[in-house]
């Protein structure tokens, strides 16, 4: 039986990383409550500059990079996007100002690659963080430290990572 973190959980890994937070995002769309409104907005062409919902989270990638620590994270995008997926790219800079280093790879390109379906976080390269959906909605996530799951989703890590494209490229070929 696999046991799934909580809120609180998850908040300990971010903070106790002390080298990088490596993110795979493959869902066409994520229905996070804190994003709904901005979502909604963005669908009705108001979304303007209004960030503040992503404050939290951008002040922690400020503070972690500040301290020499990365985050990364390469991006699933179907082609052409959803609508979700145009959302996200258009709040992407922000979390690139804020010190991520954001790639982009086809949704096509990474089913060739045999890469997963599933949502990851890989921390230090030791933990390695499953994110379970359904829906769209974050169901759990489930930690493991096995030397061998580790390793073969830090592997999967090298092969999106050297296939995709820096989110800025992305922007310009889009």
């Keep these: 039986m696999r046991r799934l973190l909580d809120g609180a959980e998850l908040a300990r890994l971010f903070a106790r990383f002390t080298r990088s937070a490596w993110r795979f995002e493959t869902q066409a769309e994520y229905r996070e409550v804190s994003e709904a409104e901005p979502y909604r907005r963005f669908l009705a062409g108001e979304l303007g500059e209004d ?6 989270w951008l002040r922690s ?24 997926q145009r959302f996200e790219m258009a709040v992407a800079p922000d979390n690139e100002a804020a010190g991520e280093d954001i790639r982009v790879l086809a949704a096509q390109r990474a089913r060739g690659l045999r890469l997963p379906a599933q949502d990851f976080w890989l921390f230090d390269d030791a933990v390695l963080a499953l994110m379970h959906f359904g829906a769209g909605t974050l169901t759990g996530i489930e930690v493991t430290t096995d030397v061998a799951r580790v390793e073969q989703y830090r592997a999967h890590r090298l092969r999106a990572w050297s296939h995709a494209v820096p989110l800025s490229e992305h922007m310009t070929i889009s």
Aim: hydrophobic share 35%; net charge positive; charged share 25%.
């Design 51 to 56: 960030r503040s919902w992503m404050t939290e």
């Design 61 to 84: 990638v400020t503070a972690s990079t500040r301290q020499g620590r990365s985050f990364a994270r390469v991006r699933v995008v179907a082609y052409p996007p959803t609508d979700y």
